[in-house]
Each structure stands twice: as structure tokens, then as C-alpha cells.
């Protein structure tokens, strides 16, 4: 069956401007997960959405950052006002319920501020 | 201090050795514990978890909790070259809990 998909794939984009990046999640999965890599800094959790509670947004970096999923699918993560230490590959999880342990992950966004 | 330390690597084994990656952890609270493996540019897939102390094997890996030591490891025997990626642990304070993930350790395997 399909996968976590992401789009795009990789973006890059001038400091200052904001960015969308878009996360499908597995169908029926009711938890998403929003994570950064960056180099030789392992994966920084930034936001955690499950089915209709409110999201967990604890590790989001700054107010730069937001994050919405719409009926229950497909989430956007937005940056606005990009900076260089933004440079990093986004990954999204997506996993079935409270099994939190058991995430799928998509192949990521790899995002360079130039 | 880190709630989750674990060697960067990276490690560089010959083909058919075994291999052992560790990892510790500062916060009592995590039940479970996990191993992903990273090939590059790609995103983490589970390889194992756990939520106990001792040993759960499956086929060449086996992971290894030591709660009262905060420590756990991941076994790989006859190591292929087709396990070369990076492993990272993930600790979890219980289900409906996010991941708290170790930087991983880089792996390779030479024939």
C-alpha cells in the first residue's frame, strides 16, 4: 500500500520568504508527526497531531513555525520568514493511533535557505 | 545532558562480523524503547522495539534494555553490506507519547 508521501521533495528558497511543505500521511493513520534533521543533529521532534485533540506543538523552534492538518489527513507545515539555520530535511510520520512507537516515516523535504 | 546519548560513529565492520550499537538515556520515565535504521536519503523505518527489560530477538538483529543501567543495544550478527545506514534509538515514555531520538550512530559494512 502507498506510503508517507511529501512534497516537494526539495526546495530551495531565498531567506525571508516563507515555505509550505505538505505531508500525506497513511490512510486510516490518525497521528502525524512533524520532525527536522539536520546534519549530525539527529531528528528534533517539532509537532505531534492525533486524531482531534489539539496538537502537541512543544517543539516547534519559534513563532516562525506552524502547523495544520485538515480533516484529519493532510498537513502543512509552514515557515515564514525563512533563515538559514532553517536548512534542514523535514521529515512527517504518520502512525496508527496511540501506537506512537510504531511511526512510518516519508521520505522528507530537504530545504536549503540561501 | 541529553535524555538520549548515542555514539555519532561512525562504525566501519567487515562483512560477517557482528556488530553492536548502544545507547543511553537520562529519563527514568521511558517504557519503550526503540531501534529505526536510516538508509540515505531516506526517512527511518522501525526495525524493533521493546517495552521490558532483557532481550527480543529477530532474526539477525536482537535489542537489549537494561533499565537499571539505562542502557540499550542493538545486536546485528553476520553483518550483510545491505546494513549499512545509520541506526537511531528512540525512547518513548509509553503509548500516545512522541519519540525522543538519539543522533544515531553510521554504519558500514564492507564486503
Known amino acids: 500500500g502507498a506510503g508517507v508521501s511529501q512534497s516537494p521533495s526539495n526546495k530551495v528558497t531565498e531567506k525571508g520568504k516563507d515555505v509550505e511543505l505538505r505531508c500525506d500521511p497513511i490512510?486510516?493513520?490518525?497521528?502525524l508527526y512533524w520532525y527536522r534533521q539536520s546534519l549530525g543533529q539527529g531528528l528534533e521532534f517539532l509537532i505531534y497531531?492525533?486524531?482531534?485533540?489539539?496538537?502537541?506543538k512543544s517543539g516547534l523552534p519559534s513563532d516562525r513555525f506552524s502547523a495544520e492538518r485538515t480533516g484529519g489527513s493532510v498537513s502543512t507545515l509552514t515557515i515564514q520568514r525563512t533563515q538559514q539555520e532553517d536548512s534542514a530535511v523535514y521529515l512527517c510520520?504518520?502512525?496508527?493511533?496511540?501506537?506512537?512507537?510504531?511511526?512510518?516515516f516519508g521520505p522528507g523535504t530537504r530545504l536549503t535557505v540561501t | 545532558q541529553k535524555e538520549v546519548e548515542q555514539d555519532p560513529g561512525p562504525l566501519s565492520v567487515p562483512e560477517g562480523a557482528i556488530v553492536s550499537l548502544n545507547c543511553t538515556y537520562s529519563?527514568?520515565?521511558?517504557?519503550?524503547f526503540m531501534w529505526y535504521r536510516q538508509y540515505s536519503r531516506k526517512g527511518p523505518e522501525l526495525l524493533m522495539y521493546?517495552?521490558?527489560?532483557g532481550n527480543k530477538e529477530d532474526g539477525r538483529f536482537t535489542a537489549q534494555v537494561d533499565k537499571s543501567s539505562k542502557y540499550i543495544s542493538l545486536f546485528i550478527r553476520d553483518s550483510q553490506p545491505s546494513d549499512s545506514a545509520t541506526y537511531l534509538c528512540?525512547?518513548?515514555?509509553?503509548?500516545?507519547?512522541?519519540?525522543?531520538f538519539g543522533k544515531g550512530t553510521l554504519l558500514t559494512v564492507n564486503p
Open positions: 490512510s486510516g493513520h490518525t497521528a
Open positions: 529519563n527514568s520515565a521511558f517504557q519503550y
Open positions: 497531531f492525533q486524531g482531534n485533540s489539539a496538537p502537541d
Open positions: 521493546t517495552y521490558s527489560s
Open positions: 528512540a525512547n518513548s515514555q509509553g503509548s500516545n507519547y512522541k519519540l525522543t
Open positions: 510520520a504518520s502512525s496508527l493511533g496511540l501506537q506512537t512507537y510504531e511511526q512510518y
